[in-house]
């Protein structure tokens, strides 16, 4: 097993990043950490990161450096990435991916022909939870997806926008949609599957920045279930909730704010029947890795056997698509059906016209 060694770019989410390779040290080691923050270079090395430049291009084109994790704010992301695929490093690249369906596009043209791999950010899939509800669904148990509710209530306050990058289209891409509740989301999408049309609305009434802080969605669903999502950052407290009404059982999440889909879930049987082919196929569950940690381990298998990587620029666009009809809708006040194409007025973004 080739151990390969990671430059980080941008030391904020990037420290949960690097607590996640520290604990894969026989496949990742991190021999650098970029910030143009010298307090956040200071602690990166104070912590025994080997390197800690100010300039991404310290580390690009180095032989010694497999992969270089893109962990900066939102509007950065295309021409880091771009940078690093050309200088041939495989790349890991943080949530929201980009901010329009043709920049995931012209990322995915800079990855075809690049020879290092690229995956997108989606590490709540690595969840427990959500994993044995997959269990149960690739074993037939839940029957067909009926209706799903998703809640986003977490508090964020003029102290988590005092940063001058967030709150505004032009650095975050977003808000409570793009940053917040995007992973919530990917989940429901990796339940139900492909929505066939949405309506959104959103509002800006819990802080004075420029994007959304509150939104409401109807989803409906190819396989003809429907959803809801409320979210919000002007909750009292922090909590994420999925609950998933199936024919033969109902499966809810805990309500840990940043990790829904890790355990404990709740699985309630439609009869005892039921009851027992849930706890036949919990018997045989076996707990894996979770989180960032979960996401890192099976980039490394992939790699090592040449696999695509376990989170695609597919999975990642699926994810930008949902965000660029919510944005459509709300701005249009009408349902948007998916998929969208080059020809959809958002295909270049959703952050407002001027």
Known sequence: MRR???????????KAHRDAFRRLPDRFHVQAVVDTDPERRAEAARQGVPETPDDIAAVLGRDDIDVVDICTPPASHVSLA????????????????VGSLAECDRLAAAATTARGVLMPILQYRWGNGLRRLRCLIDLGITGPLHAATVETHWNRGPGYFARPWRGKFATELGGCLTNHAIHAHDLLRCIAGDAADVFARVATRINPIEVEDNAAIVFRFV????????VTLGSVENMSRLRFVFQNLTAESGLAPHAPGRDPWRFTPRDDAIATRIAAAMESFEIAPEFFEGQFAAFHAALEAGLPPPVTLQDARAAIELLTAFY???ATNAPVSLPLGPEHPFYEGWAPRT
């Open 223 to 230: 396989s003809g279930a429907m959803a809801t999502s409320s």
């Open 82 to 97: 771009e940078r690093a695929l050309a200088a041939g490093h495989h790349v890991i690249l943080e949530k929201p991916l």
């Open 328 to 330: 459509s809708s709300a």
């Open 4 to 14: 390969l060694n990671v430059a980080i770019i941008g030391f904020g989410i990037g």
